[in-house]
């Protein structure tokens, strides 16, 4: 039962989005500098809610042909599917299922996985398929394990991507 998730991008928005990917697919990576936020909404199961969304990844493997990898975060304090920061991303960045089986073992050990699903994703009238939607690491994600309102630590890799984008390595 795998859902239908339309996302609306304004064109100038789009041409924002299709300029960074072009940046990052020139440098070989996806640096800060392509991870701007623009301004979007999503139909899902029949609820329509303001987003903003970014490209997602440091390899550009998450750019290839139309499913590119967004971060999206859900505007106005509202949810989808029980997510307010969640990934969106071809799911071949992910090993296709071979994720999923982990997390369930994980999980099988207690041990804090993110939610994870499936949708059929259809950017600005474009039907691009299956994507791999992925909650962000928040307090969401604690709740939905049982778990208190804690500390999350989180590396700082910024440091290395800027090297590798300066000296090419």
């Known amino acids: 039962d795998i859902k239908d998730m339309r996302i609306d991008i304004k064109f100038m928005d789009w041409e924002k989005l299709t300029r960074f990917r072009n940046i990052a697919m020139e440098n070989g990576i996806i640096s800060k500098n392509e991870k701007e936020y623009?301004?979007?909404?999503?139909?899902?199961?029949?609820?329509?809610?303001?987003?903003?969304?970014?490209?997602?990844?440091?390899?550009?493997?998450?750019?290839?042909?139309?499913?590119?990898?967004?971060?999206?975060?859900?505007?106005k304090k509202k949810y989808i599917d029980g997510l307010r920061v969640m990934s969106l991303q071809n799911p071949q960045t992910r090993d296709y299922q071979g994720l999923v089986i982990i997390n369930k073992m994980l999980r099988e050990y207690n041990i804090i996985v993110p939610r994870e699903s499936f949708v059929n994703v259809i950017v600005n009238g474009n039907d691009i398929g299956i994507m791999a939607l992925t909650e962000h690491f928040n307090k969401e994600l604690l709740e939905s394990s049982g778990r208190k309102e804690s500390v999350i630590i989180k590396f700082d890799e910024s440091s290395l991507w800027e090297s590798r984008l300066n000296k090419k390595l």
Do not use: P, Q, Y
């Open 38 to 75: 623009v301004n979007a909404s999503i139909l899902f199961d029949g609820k329509r809610r303001d987003i903003k969304l970014r490209l997602k990844g440091d390899w550009t493997d998450h750019l290839l042909g139309e499913k590119w990898s967004f971060r999206v975060k859900v505007k």
